[in-house]
């Protein structure tokens, strides 16, 4: 069922609810006072021929009839009647006493001084009557033809007042609940326009008051996401795909030359030792690729452990230092704090190495001196590691650049490198909850800074 028929139903047997309860309500309350209201205008009648026929004894009874008949105030098919206490009739307003009444009633009365029953479809009220020493019953019935009319009148105006006022709830309801939700088919409609193709399209966002805007603003802001994730996917593999075909042009040119005349020992091998270089560099790309996209996926479910950064550092020096002996790296031990907790970070030891290996290896390749300095504190929360080199250095622009895939700077072409070791730093830092800072002045030098919450 649609959502707009499910609120105008349940609205409708809301308000139905209410309406039959009040209309129940109206009608009984009117019918008991209506009732009762009759009762005592019958009780009141018996009084008055009871004090009649007791009090002014000069009155006779034909003249009582009469007068009884001819009331204002009569009642319709009234009837009286007037028993003394051995139950003989002394007085009937009607000729022939047609109340039909039930035997022991007249004792009843007489117990209870006042009974309200009925006598057919007529109310009939009986009353004791007692003065000068006697005790008289009256019987008075009549039919309450006004009053069950008006009961009629009301029943025929509420039926068709609560037919009427649930139809028009559910009409109202149908039309307001369709239009409180029209945004939503609105939104559905250019939801359903939006692809890969066209992540661009933004949804309307009204003037981002009620809930449906405020969906369709969270709707856009994912939209924006998502448009930014196709977007970097994109350039990655147009990048990537650039970046494999250089080496690979550079492998066929290599053998297109080897095959363009009889070369003799000295030359085939100077061009296998620059194919194996090229392949090299191939193979070096592609792992690096591979360890980017598998970082980027696999972020729920890096393994963690407690990991001593100091010891890191050092993994990482040893590790460059046995590749490319000729670098230096100075590690400065003066802020080293006492306690081994604070050095400590919950993290994986292989990827952490791997960020200080690339931001070594990167302050060394990209200095004269091939030196890069190292230092290691912490403060209350976090522990840090800064690698300081004096070399080529960036512009300010770059150094917000420089952790996109691929990016590399102007002066770093003469550089071997890819332009993706940072950007996986970065990504590692994010896994980590940790953050990758870079200082830095055009040829004067950088100053790269990781941080991570200590224990
Ligand atoms: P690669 O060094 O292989 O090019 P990186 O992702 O490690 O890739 O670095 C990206 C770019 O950032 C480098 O190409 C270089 O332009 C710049 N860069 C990184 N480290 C330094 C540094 N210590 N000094 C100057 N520039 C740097």
């Known amino acids: 069922m649609k959502i707009r028929n499910r609120i105008a139903l349940q609205f409708s047997l809301i308000v139905a609810t209410i309406l039959l309860a009040f209309s129940v309500i109206i009608y009984v309350t009117t019918a008991t006072y209506s009732r009762d209201d009759f009762y005592d205008r019958l009780k009141s009648k018996a009084l008055t021929t009871a004090r009649f026929l007791i009090q002014v004894n000069e009155v006779d009874h034909n003249l009582l009839k009469i007068i009884d008949r001819n009331t204002l105030t009569a009642l319709y098919d009234e009837k009286v009647l007037v028993f003394d206490e051995r139950n003989r ?3 009937s307003s009607v000729d022939d006493h047609i109340i039909h009444y039930q035997r022991g009633l007249l004792d009843e009365v007489r117990q209870l001084k006042e009974v309200e029953t009925w006598s057919d479809d007529n109310q009939l009220a009986g009353i004791l009557y007692e003065e000068g020493g006697r ?9 309450d033809r006004v009053g069950q009319n008006k009961q009629k009148n009301l029943r025929f105006t509420l ?4 037919l009427g006022g649930i139809s028009l709830t559910i009409g109202l309801g149908i ?15 250019q939801v359903s326009t939006i692809t890969a193709r066209n992540l661009r399209q933004r949804l309307d966002e009204g003037d981002r008051q009620d809930e449906i805007d405020q969906l369709a603003v969270n709707f856009n802001a ?9 977007e970097q996917q994109r350039s990655f593999v147009s990048h990537a795909s650039h970046e494999l075909r250089t080496p690979l042009a550079a492998l066929k040119s290599e053998i297109q030359l080897g095959l363009l005349r009889r070369l003799n020992a000295d030359e085939y091998e100077t061009i296998l030792t620059n194919l194996l270089s090229d392949a090299d560099r191939l193979i070096g790309l592609t792992n690096s690729l591979l360890f980017l996209a598998r970082t980027l996926e696999n ?16 993994l990482a020096r040893d590790e460059l230092l046995s590749a490319k002996p000729q670098y230096r790296i100075e590690f400065d031990y003066d802020n080293l704090p006492e306690s ?3 050095t400590t970070v919950s993290g994986n030891e292989e990827l952490l190495k791997r960020v200080l290996l690339n931001l070594m290896d990167n302050a060394c390749k990209y200095s004269a001196n091939h030196t890069a300095h190292v230092r290691l504190g912490t403060d209350a929360r976090l522990c840090w590691v800064s690698v300081r080199d004096e070399g080529i250095g960036l512009s300010p622009e770059e150094t917000e650049l420089i952790f996109e895939p691929f990016y590399r700077s102007a002066n ?6 890819f332009g993706i070791g940072l950007s996986i730093c970065q990504r590692i830092l994010e896994l980590h909850q940790g953050r990758i800072q870079v200082e830095s002045r055009l040829n004067e030098g950088s100053q790269f800074t990781i941080r991570i919450a200590h224990l």
């Open 89 to 91: 009739l002394i007085y």
């Open 135 to 143: 005790k008289l019953v009256v019987l008075a019935s009549a039919n």
């Open 159 to 162: 039926i068709w007042g609560l």
């Open 175 to 189: 039309f307001f609940a369709g239009q409180s939700l029209r945004p939503i088919d609105e939104i559905n409609t």
């Open 222 to 230: 994912v939209l924006g996401r998502l448009e930014q994730a196709f």
């Open 299 to 314: 972020i729920s479910q890096m393994p963690l452990a407690p990991v001593q950064m100091e010891e890191v550092v050092l």
């Open 340 to 342: 081994e907790t604070e």
């Open 412 to 417: 770093a072409a003469g550089y071997e490198g």
